[in-house]
Nanobody, 127 residues
Framework: QVQLAESGGGLVQAGDSLRLSCAAS????????MGWFRQAPGKEREYVAA????????WYTDSVKGRFTVSRDNAKNIVYLQMNNLNSDDTAVYYC????????????????????WGQGTQVTVSS
């Protein structure tokens, strides 16, 4: 089974940028849609962004539209989440996950289809 490992989290100030990476262990990664999720303390896990296997289709939750960009490099088995103009509401543990059931679904992959998940990386934004 493919394994996922996130990196790139850290402590930044409001308005700063971060780029998260999610490295996959298998080439089968190139056939999966990928998703980014986050969970803040005391809150439910939130579906943030998704990208199709080819990279041609993307989806974002409203709160990050215009600030976050999801992309992937299938040659390197990596998916990225570029986060700009961060604010305190973006503070959370960020997870990537693979949808092994399809390369894409409209309007976005179903959260219940994501498996496996990475271990998460902490993003803390100070105001």
């Amino acid at each position: 089974q493919v394994q996922l490992a996130e990196s790139g989290g850290g402590l930044v100030q409001a308005g700063d940028s971060l780029r998260l990476s999610c490295a996959a262990s298998q080439r089968a990664f190139t056939t999966y849609a990928m998703g980014w999720f986050r969970q803040a303390p005391g809150k439910e896990r939130e579906y943030v962004a998704a990208i199709s296997n080819s990279g041609r289709n993307v989806w974002y939750t409203d709160s990050v539209k215009g600030r976050f960009t999801v992309s992937r490099d299938n040659a390197k088995n990596i998916v990225y989440l570029q986060m700009n103009n961060l604010n305190s509401d973006d503070t959370a543990v960020y997870y990537c996950a693979a949808d092994r059931t399809s390369g894409w679904r409209l309007p976005r992959p179903l959260i219940n289809d994501f498996n496996p998940w990475g271990q998460g990386t902490q993003v803390t934004v100070s105001s």
